[in-house]
């Protein structure tokens, strides 16, 4: 989910807490856990400054090992231990246990949107990325916001909490449900498809979709039942080349091709050097793919320069890749 809306259901959680007879008791306690569990609705995501470091780096990393078993409990452990300190009439196991809920249910709700998690690291290291739900949905956004407000009103925050959790898990049932739907409508029309990959926009009826076949890839747009495709692209094998092998071993590409689930290849080749562009087909906008890996190669396959992450124009590309020689 988007930041935001991270931090809503932070919000939400400290109203909820005060069902617990110590945080509602106690006031430090309630400031500790109200303040502990807005940071840990969003510490996963402070793994945003590997981006400090360099874009393969934070793709490799982002949602990844900070979203894994071990880190929610070291994430838990790190915001609580100084709220802790601070607030010294705080009973630890209470104020622990609901700032883990928090980092916990951080992590649970990113799995549906069509990024993704590693959520099950180091057990399981494929993406999970349900599809189901907008990293930003202006509908589970609205609700909790709308909790905020009520609860500074006067509302009571457990009722009103519990009815909106309760409001947003039958939410969830029915975009299940809209994907299954979908997913069955688009099995239908590619009987061999191997793959369907469902990406949900911030308007409800309308999702971007990859469907892969053995020998083709198609872009969609699903909207009310109705399938548009944009693009059609045909599956070629990976060239077992020393210019391809050497693009692999390339750490941008490496990164990218560890996160994307859907892909297709572009070799470019000029006399002095050779360009190989790898396409993430699930984020088509306006025509264009806007995630990438580019590599590009000298005649004796030595890399001049690579790159990857989000580039919304072609122009924009290749000043990035001026900018890096």
């Known amino acids: 989910m988007d930041t935001a ?71 838990s452990l790190i915001v609580t231990l100084p709220l802790f300190l601070i607030f010294q009439d705080a009973s630890f196991s ?69 009815t909106i959790f309760f409001v947003v898990f039958l939410y969830y049932i029915k975009r299940f ?23 949900p926009t911030i308007r409800h009826n309308e999702w971007r979709v990859v469907i892969e076949t053995p020998k083709f890839y198609f872009v969609a747009d699903y909207d009310h039942g109705h399938i548009d495709i944009k693009d059609t692209f045909e599956k070629r094998d990976y060239p077992d080349s020393t210019e391809m092998n050497a693009a692999f071993q390339d750490e941008n590409v490496k990164s990218f091709r560890n996160f994307s689930p859907v892909y297709r290849h572009e070799i470019e080749r000029h006399d002095d050097y050779t360009e190989i562009r790898f396409i993430d087909l699930r984020y088509r906008r306006d025509g264009h793919y806007p995630f990438v890996a580019v590599v590009t190669l000298d005649k004796f396959y030595n890399i001049l320069t690579s790159y990857t992450g989000w580039i919304y124009s072609e122009e924009k590309l290749q000043k990035k890749l001026e900018s890096l020689t």
């Open 177 to 199: 449900l809209d994907k299954k739907e979908i997913t069955d409508i688009l099995q239908k029309h590619f009987p061999s498809a191997t793959k369907i990959i469902t990406q």
């Open 5 to 75: 809306t991270h931090i809503t259901m932070g919000v939400a959680i400290g109203g909820l807490a005060t069902i617990d007879p110590a945080v509602e008791q106690n006031p430090e306690l309630f400031h500790a856990v109200f303040i502990g569990a807005i940071i840990g609705s969003h510490a996963p995501d402070f793994d945003t400054f590997f981006k400090f470091k360099d874009n393969a780096t934070y793709i490799r990393h982002h949602r990844g090992t900070s979203h894994s078993p071990l880190a929610v409990l070291l994430w």
């Open 94 to 162: 209470h104020l622990w246990g609901w700032i883990l809920l928090s980092v916990i249910l951080h992590v649970f709700v990113d799995i549906f949107n069509a990024y993704g998690t590693q959520a099950l690291k180091p057990f399981v290291n494929k993406w999970i990325a349900l599809g189901w739900i907008s990293t930003f949905d202006p509908y589970i956004f609205g609700l909790f916001s709308a909790g905020a407000i009520a609860w500074l009103l006067g509302a009571d925050p457990v009722v009103t909490y519990g």
